[in-house]
Each structure stands twice: as structure tokens, then as C-alpha cells.
């Protein structure tokens, strides 16, 4: 069973979503917030596996209420989906770095908020193609380094970097295993210690970190 937090601050919205989320026989709605300051109290105490975190709030604003849950070592494991229905592109590095780990606008249908947090509750990342847009556009207009900081995987073995490398090139575990000529089972192992040894929480952030610090460029 999937467990899942609702953050808006519109009552009829939050209502809306427990009602789809609730007809699925393997997602229940836990808890429900009307602003940051909530969430960060209800997710100590309901302990959900899934926020959907809604991104302008009074009092405190998602982002910031993601940062301050993820950032809390003593929380329970949690993994925040981005909900919004205002323009995007100011939003999505500053819902990465927090460690959000999707985000899907207001106007999706029933089946893909569904599917989104199958996918996110599953350990994946999940963006709305609008964000993943925009993310491929900043990257392709942003200067190169002039060097590239190799220093943020210097943690990882040969091995590690080179399917670190293919990840943020957007391929999957069975396409990685295909051009290294290993198993996916050995590829989903390599993931596992990478995300870890890196601290980050899935591929999404590996894409992110990876052209940041001048690993990869778009195109290549």
C-alpha cells in the first residue's frame, strides 16, 4: 500500500485528489495539509511514503517545506512529487535541489496523477515534459565549464562513473547494460551505489548533477 500526503491549500483540490487517489486498491491517502508548516508536522506523525506538495502556499511554500522534510535526518523516508498549475520554469531547479522527485501540473488526468505516484513511490523520478523541456533548454543555453569538476564522483569506481555518465545521458538499465555488456542486474546494483556513495535520491538528480558540473553537455 502506497501512502500518500495531499499539501494544498484549496480544500475542494485536496478533496479531489483523495477521491481518485482512494478508488486505487493500492494507494491510500493518509493525511491531508493546507500549507507547509502542516506538512512538515503531518509527515512526522503519518509517516507517508508519497507527498504531493502543491508549490505556492501561504505561511510556507512547498519548496522550502520540501527542503526542511528531506533535510530532516531523523524523518522517515519520503519521497515529494511537485503540484502546480502556474508556469513552471522558475520552479524546477529550485524543486530538484530541494529533492523533490517529480513534478506533474494540476491539469494532468486521473490515470497519470495516478501513475506518477506508482512511479515516484517505485524509487524513480517523474517530470512533467514541460519541466523536462525546460530543463534540456537551460542546459543547452547555459555556458561550459571551462573544466569540468570530475571531483563530484570521485567516490566511484571506474565502473560506476561510466554508467553514471550513460544515466545522464538518458538511457535506461537495459540500454546501459547493452553498451557496457553487463546485466541489468548488475546495472541496477551499480544505480543503487551510485545514488548512495552521491546522496542523491534518483536518476533525476544524477541528470542534473551531471551537467551542472560540466560532465556532459547536451548533445553529446
Known sequence: MIRVMVVDDQPMFRAGLKAILNQNSDI???AEAEDGIQAIASAKIR???VILMDVRMPRLDGIEATRLILGDPEAPPVRVMMLTTFDIDGYVFDA???????FLLKDATAEELTAAV?????????????????????????????????DV???LT???????????RGMSNSEIGHELFIAEQTVKTHVG????????RDRVHVVVLAYEAGLVRAGS
Not at 530538484?96 to 517529480?102: E, M, N, V, Y
Open 28 to 30: 491510500e491517502v493518509v
Open 47 to 49: 509517516r507517508p511514503d
Open 96 to 102: 530538484l535541489r530541494a529533492g523533490a522527485s517529480g
Open 118 to 150: 506508482r512511479t515516484v513511490a517505485a524509487g524513480d523520478a517523474l517530470l512533467a515534459p514541460k519541466a523536462t523541456t525546460y530543463l534540456l533548454e537551460a542546459f543547452t543555453t547555459a555556458p561550459e565549464l571551462q573544466k569540468p569538476r570530475t
Open 153 to 155: 564522483v570521485a567516490a
Open 158 to 168: 571506474d565502473r560506476e562513473r561510466d554508467v553514471f555518465l550513460l544515466i545522464a
Open 193 to 200: 551505489r551510485i545514488l548512495a556513495k552521491l546522496q542523491l
